[in-house]
């Protein structure tokens, strides 16, 4: 919301309303009223409503006939019930909703169950105990946004879920929450992508908690759908092309570029470490029971795109990740974190294994050519863990385009941005985050600008990723603890 909400507190006297008045009113406006006390504090004339002759719901709900929303009106007012008995709660709950259609009501006290179709949440003194009063309100907040998502897509036959080209656990996971709170199948919300999945994570992800995503060719092929939902990423992500995008959800930095038509929903979280716990805000918002394998995704979504919560994490972060914890399959999880290897790449990996050459923190793998892409993460994903290495990067050649992984550790360097600054424009296209990051060149323009033998030899490739690395570095004033100046391998 853009500013805060008013308050009123409705309670009789078998809960703290006093202290949460003044804990509420340090914040913003607040109204409230006590079971035989009648309202509280200046703002109310007590005496217009005798305190003891206010018992009873018929004469709370008189009391409340009284009332009037200030300036910000019943859609910025936030109601907190809490009555000992739990008819009282209901029937002050149905006067408010008669009398403020759009005012959202926190109720304490038993859950109801089914479906809730109006602006309310429902908690038990127990949960409002062990959550507080400030996770459920934020809740609450959600929960009006949750619905506008749900109804920026109503009335579509075809939904398409498109995410990034090489989807990974926290877009997969966000995308399976999505179609969880739009209560889709795959058949009529698949996910897309225009890349397939890669690196062997989350390959083994998608195998293990039977995630399908469709491969699709090009912006046309999106035509079919009645909506496109952009998960985990933003029209930004797929340069060159030009989509109809109608929702975005996402947690990376907003970025403009040109679309076919305005969103009719955008909600782009940057203080959130993973979309998957913007997700979780949501089904929890929504109240919507998250399953095992649904809680499985998520939770490894936070921890990949976290680096299990030692990157960019918020107390959102931290709140989905022991929400979910407790609801997930730890066995499944370990059977993702540690795929299965292929002999061909032990084979590839062993002879990069020999070239590794680690200078001044920047540890180099070079695999020649490789027959599956997600074998040059895993390898620089291995390279961080070499002794003295704060920059490892691998580079490998597959289906004619040369693919550098970097992986960084440390405050001294922002692996992103380095490699946009390098190969980025003229060169190439690159993109990342601050602890990792991916380039890709194509071989014609490598050979053009190193030379048409840098490719054949691997002393030359590393000669040449060194230099380019080294000098990058350099014009950014970026360094490893222990980097003054990289040369250029003569290996």
Same mark, same amino acid.
């Not at 949440?121 to 127990?126: E, I, M, P």
């Not at 946009?420 to 003229?426: A, T």
């Given at each position: 919301m853009s500013k805060s909400p008013a308050y009123l507190v409705l309670g009789d006297e078998s809960w703290p309303v006093e202290s949460l008045l003044k804990a509420l009113a340090e914040e913003t406006h607040v109204d409230a009223f006590v079971e035989g006390r009648g309202w509280l504090g200046a703002r109310r004339d007590a005496k217009k409503i005798p305190p003891k002759a206010t018992t009873g719901a018929s004469q709370i709900s008189r009391a409340l006939e009284s009332f009037e929303c200030d300036a910000r009106g019943a859609d910025e007012t936030v109601a907190i019930v809490g009555f000992r008995d739990s008819d009282t709660s209901a029937s002050v709950v149905a006067t408010l909703k008669s009398r403020f259609a759009d005012m959202r009501i926190l109720q304490l006290g038993a859950r109801v169950a089914g479906p809730r179709q109006s602006l309310r949440?429902?908690?038990?003194?127990?949960e409002l105990l062990g959550e507080g009063v400030d996770e459920e309100l934020e809740l609450l907040a959600l929960q009006k946004r949750a619905r506008e998502l749900q109804k920026s897509v109503e009335g579509a036959e075809r939904i398409a879920i498109l995410l990034q080209d090489d989807p990974d656990p926290d877009g997969l996971a966000s995308a399976l929450a999505f179609r969880k709170i739009l209560g889709?199948?795959?058949?009529? *919300?698949?996910?897309?992508?225009?890349?397939?999945?890669?690196?062997?994570? =989350?390959?083994?992800? *998608?195998?293990?908690? #039977?995630?399908? /995503? #469709?491969?699709? &060719?090009?912006?046309?092929?999106?035509?079919?759908?009645?909506?496109?939902?952009?998960?985990?990423? +933003?029209?930004?992500?797929?340069?060159?092309? !030009?989509?109809?995008?109608?929702?975005?959800?996402?947690?990376?930095?907003?970025?403009?570029?040109?679309?076919?038509?305005?969103?009719?929903?955008?909600?782009?979280?940057?203080?959130?470490? *993973?979309?998957?716990?913007?997700?979780?805000?949501?089904?929890?918002? $929504?109240?919507?029971? %998250?399953? +095992?394998?649904?809680?499985?995704?998520?939770?490894?979504? %936070?921890?990949?795109?976290?680096?299990?919560?030692?990157?960019e994490v918020s107390e959102q972060d931290l709140a989905a990740f022991v929400h979910l914890y407790p609801r997930s399959n730890g066995n499944i999880?370990?059977?993702?974190?540690?795929?299965?290897?292929?002999?061909?790449?032990? #084979?590839?990996?062993?002879?990069?294994?020999?070239?590794?050459?680690?200078r001044d923190g920047l540890a180099l793998m070079v695999l020649g050519k490789v027959e599956r892409e997600e074998w040059i993460p895993q390898t620089a994903d291995f390279g961080l863990q070499v002794e003295?290495?704060?920059?490892?990067?691998?580079?490998?050649?597959?289906?004619?385009? /040369?693919?550098?992984?970097?992986?960084?550790?440390?405050?001294? %360097? &922002?692996?992103?941005?380095?490699?946009?600054?390098?190969? =980025?424009?003229? $060169?190439?296209?690159?993109?990342? &985050?601050?602890?990792? @990051?991916?380039?890709? /060149?194509?071989?014609?323009?490598? #050979?053009?600008?190193?030379? @048409?033998?840098?490719?054949?030899?691997?002393?030359?490739? +590393?000669?040449?990723?060194?230099?380019?690395?080294?000098?990058?570095?350099?014009? +950014?004033?970026?360094? !490893?603890? *222990? $980097?003054?100046?990289?040369?250029?391998?003569?290996?």
């Open positions: 949440r429902d908690v038990r003194w127990t889709r199948k795959p058949q009529t *919300a698949p996910l897309v992508s225009f890349g397939s999945i890669t690196r062997p994570e =989350n390959v083994a992800m *998608a195998r293990l908690l #039977e995630i399908e /995503v #469709e491969h699709i &060719h090009s912006p046309a092929d999106l035509e079919a759908f009645d909506r496109v939902v952009l998960v985990d990423c +933003q029209p930004s992500f797929f340069k060159g092309k !030009t989509l109809p995008v109608d929702v975005i959800l996402d947690h990376h930095p907003k970025a403009s570029v040109p679309m076919l038509r305005k969103p009719d929903f955008v909600e782009i979280r940057e203080d959130l470490g *993973a979309t998957s716990t913007l997700m979780t805000l949501y089904l929890r918002a $929504l109240g919507i029971e %998250i399953s +095992q394998r649904l809680a499985t995704a998520l939770l490894y979504g %936070i921890k990949t795109d976290t680096l299990l919560l030692n990157r999880l370990r059977r993702i974190e540690r795929p299965e290897l292929p002999l061909a790449y032990l #084979e590839v990996f062993r002879k990069a294994l020999g070239r590794l050459k680690v003295g290495a704060e920059l490892a990067v691998a580079v490998g050649i597959y289906d004619d385009k /040369v693919v550098l992984s970097g992986r960084a550790f440390g405050p001294n %360097i &922002h692996c992103g941005e380095l490699f946009k600054s390098l190969f =980025n424009g003229g $060169l190439g296209c690159a993109g990342g &985050h601050r602890s990792m @990051a991916k380039a890709i /060149v194509g071989k014609e323009r490598w #050979e053009t600008k190193f030379g @048409a033998r840098s490719l054949r030899s691997m002393p030359l490739l +590393q000669a040449s990723v060194f230099r380019i690395l080294g000098q990058g570095l350099k014009a +950014q004033g970026l360094k !490893t603890t *222990a $980097l003054g100046s990289v040369k250029a391998s003569k290996a």
